[in-house]
């Protein structure tokens, strides 16, 4: 299972980075009426969460750079800004290393205990297994609103 779990990563990220390979930096910036947040922030997200899922919830150092809370934490949007978020190639470059990292730091220790345990609604995560595996979708929800959100703005 660690080896699927980790090749199921492996995937989703190739597909969060296909998503985001033509977007240009001024699409990347565009809040589709109705919606709150970027494909820029969507990204920066994807990364962020999988930090704090994958490193921090397992007592490892995540790295996040200066600044990537207050942009792409849960509940932060593009409107709320006060400073310049990330370049696309710098997204980028940090999605493409962060697999091979969760790959190194992980391989053989999906059943080892959390240190920080999360419920998120009626869900608990307690293994570092489970947090990735609900890296997954998270990941998948957010590559799929990266899609929608192209068509939008490029109609």
């Known amino acids: 299972m660690n080896e699927a779990l980790l090749n199921q990563l492996d995937f989703a990220r190739a597909s969060t980075l296909a998503a985001a390979k033509d977007v240009t930096e001024q699409e990347a910036d565009i809040v589709p009426e109705g919606f709150a947040n970027s494909i820029r922030w969507n990204l920066g997200h994807i990364y962020t969460v999988h930090e704090q899922f994958a490193f921090a919830t397992a007592g490892e150092k995540p790295h996040l750079p200066e600044g990537f809370e207050a942009w ?78 192209k068509k939008l703005i490029r109609k």
Do not use: C, N
């Open 72 to 149: 792409f934490a849960t509940g932060t949007k593009p409107a709320d800004w006060t400073s310049k978020a990330p370049a696309l190639s710098e997204l980028i470059e940090l999605l493409e290393g962060q697999i091979k990292r969760i790959r190194d730091t992980f391989q053989g220790r999906m059943d080892q205990s959390s240190a920080h345990p999360v419920t998120i609604g009626p869900l608990t995560l307690q293994t570092i297994g489970e947090f990735l595996s609900f890296s997954l979708f998270h990941e998948g929800m957010h590559t799929q609103t990266i899609k929608a959100y």
